[in-house]
């Protein structure tokens, strides 16, 4: 069976992919601060406490404010062009 997607709500895609973003960013902040924090320690500079607070708010609010304006766009465009069309399969389980 076809499906076309003909809409994508901004706001609740944009909620849901910027705590994803705000998650996976401290997968990587928190190991990327730790290292950094041993080697700092070794040379006597202060620790960036700032980057680890902000940088997670950063993500949320660039990963909502940018997955709202990327659905806004699909649904201007999708007037003009078709949505996103894929098949799927009926299997029995």
Known sequence: MKIEIRYLSPHQNAKVLAIIMTLGSLVFMLPFMAFSAATKMSSGAPFPWGML??????????????TLLAC?????????TGGFEFTTDDKDL
């Open 72 to 80: 806004v766009a699909y649904n201007l465009m999708v007037r003009f």
């Open 53 to 66: 607070l902000i940088m997670p708010v950063v993500y949320l609010v660039f990963g909502y404010l940018m």
